[in-house]
């Protein structure tokens, strides 16, 4: 027998063509890739960004694929300004010229028709959350609960938003997102997807499966790891 095929996914090479502050917090970074003309993109699918840390040692960063101009390649990544880290960094000081190397699209994603969406998160998730409610058909209804540090931090989203302010707290906890859903109707037959820190996620999993969405209903997606670089977030229980 011979040994297993290991698959990797091809590298793509490509440019940055645009840069544009959306927020004080997050920047707009398009790319351009050959590799992505004509590319079908399904809503929140992202790339692995191939970066540095400042050691030099190379790591890979996810973001959200915000739009897709097929024509011309060019994908839209809106990049959260948290503080320090590889992909905080380049979405800080990307310009146009600067060379990028990634893989994807990637995301397992699947939109699946309900009569009402719930779709909560925190601002890292804010371009899936904005992606999947303009993809959503004009008849199935959809909530939005977004967790950023203030009001400008927020973004135009095509659905019902309910904004919840951090307002100086640390990001990645459970609690302020946990209170948004407490009270909320749930309509029978919803589904949810939550995009954000992976603990918090899971904890509000738990609260909404109580509340009575279906636990194969929910799409749970650990976004980033309180206190860790990305490198491990795929093996948070939130991961998919
Ligand atoms: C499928 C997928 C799609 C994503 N899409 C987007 C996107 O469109 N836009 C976007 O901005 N992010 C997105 N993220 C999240 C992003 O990949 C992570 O936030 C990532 O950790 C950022 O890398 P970094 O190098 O800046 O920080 P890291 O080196 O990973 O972490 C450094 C420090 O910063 C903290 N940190 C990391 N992320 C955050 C955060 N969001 N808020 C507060 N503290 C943080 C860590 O806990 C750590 O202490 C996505 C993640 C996934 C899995």
Known sequence: MGSPVVRRSPVHGGV??????????MRRITVRSDAAVGLDVRPAQDIELLLRE?????????????????????LDLDVLLHGDGPGARWGEHAEPGDPV???GPRGKLELRSAPWHLLVGDESALPAIA????????????????EVEDGDDELPVAAETRWVHRGGAPAGTADRLIAAVTDLAIADGARAYLMGESRAMVALRAVLEQRGIDHDAIFVKGYWNIGRPDRLAGRTPAAG
């Open 16 to 25: 940055v063509v645009a840069a544009q502050r959306l927020t004080p917090r």
């Open 54 to 74: 400042a050691s030099g040692r190379r790591v890979k960063r996810r973001y959200t694929i915000r739009h897709a101009r097929q024509e011309t390649g060019e």
């Open 101 to 103: 190397e990634y893989q």
């Open 131 to 146: 992606a999947i409610a303009e993809a959503l058909p004009a008849h199935e209804l959809a909530l939005a609960v977004v």
